[in-house]
């Protein structure tokens, strides 16, 4: 699960970034960065709890 969380991140982060140099969508390339930002805090929080 810790995986998918990483891989959907990334794919967040490289549409926030393909957006953000190539177009101009508005808010919406932001809420993608902050859910891509919140993803990747939920997986390290979720590792170190396994741990």
Known sequence: MRNLLYVLAVIIVIAWAIGFIGYSVG????????????????GIIQSKNKK
Request: glycine share 6%; aromatic share 0%; proline share 0%.
């Open 27 to 42: 808010g919406i390339i932001h809420v993608l960065l902050v859910i891509a930002l919140i993803t990747i805090l939920l």
